[in-house]
């Protein structure tokens, strides 16, 4: 059996930010993600859940975009674009055909670079996450 040789490429740019690479010519679907260094483990009690709260809030709106054109503009290219909270991290992914990476890269750049906070969607959204914890807090493996 044949070692598959992979093209993984880091780089550090000046601002701090680390960019990972893989190519892998065989494909032509593209995923990226950012993946910001903060995550749930450091909230105090008095935050708890404020990480995953605004992984939500961003698909709320940008300055750029509403809620509905995040959608739109992802869906029209066949796109998927999804986010997730964990202990260490938030991540904002995207996969789309090779030749929709702008735009894929694009939104996801306006939402972690620009997103809106609307009042009245923070009111409705801080009761949907508050639900999802109460959730979790039902799952022994979360728990654990």
């Known amino acids: 059996m044949a070692t598959e040789i992979r093209d993984i490429q880091k780089q550090v740019l000046p601002n701090g930010l680390v960019a990972i690479t ?7 679907s593209v995923s990226v993600g950012v993946w910001v260094r903060n995550g749930s483990r ?37 796109g998927m674009l999804d986010a997730f909270t ?6 904002f992914n995207a996969k789309v055909l090779d030749e929709h990476l702008p735009i894929a890269f694009d939104v996801i750049a306006d939402l972690v670079l620009r997103p809106k906070f ?7 959204e801080r009761k949907v996450v508050l639900e999802e914890i109460k959730m979790d807090l039902d799952n022994p493996e979360y728990l654990l």
Not at 22 to 28: A, C, D, G
Not at 118 to 124: A, C, I
């Open 22 to 28: 893989e190519t892998m010519s065989h494909v032509r």
């Open 42 to 78: 450091r909230e105090i009690p008095e935050e708890n859940g404020l990480a995953h709260f605004i992984e939500h809030m961003v698909f709320k709106g940008t300055e750029r975009r509403s809620a509905e054109a995040i959608a739109r503009e992802m869906d029209s290219v066949g």
């Open 86 to 91: 964990s202990k260490e991290q938030i991540c």
């Open 118 to 124: 609307d009042s009245e969607d923070v009111k409705k």
